[in-house]
């Protein structure tokens, strides 16, 4: 059983930074899709960004393109995700999940919720204008 726990979440300005961390408990396969999902208040959870383990591909929503960057550090387990140019829009639970077994042209930011096997326990990120 994998566990994922994030961090870096907090309360920053409009046009701030932050840098969300999500370290698993053990190595991630390689056809991993590691994913940052967020879900404000009253609002479905929307998939944010997805980073394949094997290769390092990504991919983004529309929403977040151009602000956000999604890496990983393989040798610590861990999968980040930067936050640029932060809007009140940003407010939301940002959560980490692993998607396993997927092939590498199916992880995408459209790869959904169910589709995950392991969820963290969430950060909230809010932005205040």
């Known amino acids: 059983q994998v566990q994922l726990v994030e961090s870096g979440g907090g309360s920053v300005q409009a046009g701030g930074s932050l840098r969300l961390s999500c370290a698993a408990s053990?190595?991630?396969?390689?056809?991993?899709?590691m994913g940052w999902f967020r879900q404000a208040p009253g609002k479905e959870r929307e998939g944010v960004a997805v980073i394949y383990t094997g290769g390092g591909r990504s991919d983004y929503a529309d929403s977040v393109k151009g602000r956000f960057t999604i890496s990983q550090d393989n040798a610590k387990h861990t999968v980040y995700l930067q936050m640029n140019s932060l809007k009140p829009d940003d407010t939301a639970m940002y959560y980490c999940a692993a998607a396993r077994a997927i092939p590498w042209f199916r992880c995408t930011a459209s790869l959904t919720a169910p589709e995950y096997n392991y969820w963290g326990q969430g950060t909230q990120v809010t932005v205040s204008s």
């Open positions: 053990e190595l991630t396969p390689v056809n991993t899709c």
